[in-house]
């Protein structure tokens, strides 16, 4: 199957993203690694009106030491999840997994933040989440909100985070 027809913005911002996803709400997907939605939209599970490509918003990569505290960016890519020394010396849970990730296209490519969202059951990361007791931000046009992992994850491919929310 191919793809429905969609809009495509290349975001140029935070707060462009988020006076899009606030404009469009259900009908705007965030698109980055596109490791998991590209599969839905080609079987066409997800029929979105447009997608909302973030991949340039250099502030949302990266994995940082603060305290004791370690933060990952939605758009840190897995391999660079894999080849941190951070992550490694504090959350070896998670460098444990990392090579469990699908296959190295996909690692090389898809986002810590994408398989978080996606709450697929069958994922390493969001497991890794919940067991770590990690605390997801999502940030709208109201504000930023911590959501522990016990209260993001929903359901299966269902989360707490709004359609506004990044």
Known sequence: MKAPKFNYIKANSLQQTLELLDELGEEGRI???GQSLMP???MRLSQP???IDINGLQDL???TLEGEIVKIGALTRHIDVAQSSIISEHLSLIS???PHVAHVAV???GT????????????EMPACALALGAIMVVESLKGRREIAA????????ETERKPNEL
């Open 31 to 33: 698109i980055a690694g």
């Open 150 to 157: 016990e209260d993001f994850f929903k359901g299966l491919y």
């Open 112 to 123: 810590i933040g994408g398989s978080i969202a996606l709450a697929d059951p069958a994922a």
């Open 96 to 98: 444990k997994a990392m």
């Open 107 to 109: 690692r090389n490519r």
């Open 49 to 51: 009106n447009t997608l």
């Open 40 to 42: 839905t939209l080609n």
């Open 61 to 63: 990569e990266g994995i």
